[in-house]
Every structure is written in structure tokens, then in C-alpha cells.
């Protein structure tokens, strides 16, 4: 479950806020030496994929966007809070399971993450690096 949290994570924190911003969060980032997420940007379209078979391709506009490979998670919606701030929710049929909130750092070298788990009520605080 942390794996798929912390993909899920990184999936959110990497997603473009802006076309400037879009070259900094392509990319490979990691969590922890398990845990390698990828991301790919087209035009406003950002496809998340990790070597366990995690992916989706969503758009940073709120909508709901299949998210594949995570048996605790069906779908993802996504939504940019400022410049360098993004949110995103994960859903399971529906209902919303977890809501990450990813700050990537000026340099965007680094990415600090926390995450709400609705479902054990929980706060977890992570920091993805680029690689």
C-alpha cells in the first residue's frame, strides 16, 4: 500500500502547472530507494508510470482520469492550487480514499509531499528527489 501511495504521490507532485513549469517536472523521481515514479508531459495531458505497472494519463483540470495498476485506487483527478502547487485525489468507485498535496521547490530539484488518508484518517510527509 505505501508503494502505491507514495506513486501516487509523485504521480500529483509532477504533474505541469504551467507551460515554463512543465520542463521541471518531466521526469524520473524518487521517494525512497523503492519507490520510482516517471513522468512524461504532452501539451496539457501528463501520462505517470512506475516498473510495478502503475499509470494514467490525466489532465491538471479536476476531472476524474482512470488510474490503472492500483488495486485501492480506480481513479485520480488533479488540480493546480498556485504556481507550484498541486492537489491530487485519489478515488476508489467514486469515493475519495486519499488527498495529496505536492509543493515542488523553487529549484525543482526536490518535491515535499503530504498526504491525507481518508480511509485510516492519517497524515504521512514525504520528500521525492529528481533523478
Do not use: C
Not at 516517471?38 to 482520469?65: E, F, H, N, R
Not at 530539484?109 to 484518517?121: E, M
Amino acid at each position: 500500500m505505501r508503494k502505491y501511495l507514495i506513486a501516487g504521490l509523485l504521480a500529483a507532485a509532477l504533474l505541469p502547472a504551467q507551460a515554463m513549469a512543465q520542463v521541471a517536472f518531466e521526469g524520473t523521481w524518487k521517494a525512497d530507494p523503492s519507490t520510482t515514479v516517471s513522468y512524461k508531459i504532452d501539451g496539457d495531458a501528463v501520462t505517470m508510470t512506475t516498473p510495478a505497472g502503475q499509470s494514467y494519463t490525466a489532465k491538471v483540470d479536476g476531472t476524474d482520469a482512470p488510474y490503472v495498476g492500483d488495486p485501492n485506487v480506480t481513479s485520480v483527478s488533479l488540480m493546480k492550487t498556485s504556481d507550484n502547487t498541486l492537489v491530487e485525489s485519489d478515488k476508489r468507485d467514486g469515493e475519495t480514499v486519499s488527498v495529496h498535496t505536492m509543493k515542488i521547490t523553487p529549484d525543482g530539484k526536490t518535491i515535499a509531499i503530504s498526504v491525507r488518508d481518508k480511509v485510516s484518517g492519517t497524515m504521512t510527509k514525504l520528500v521525492a528527489v529528481r533523478q
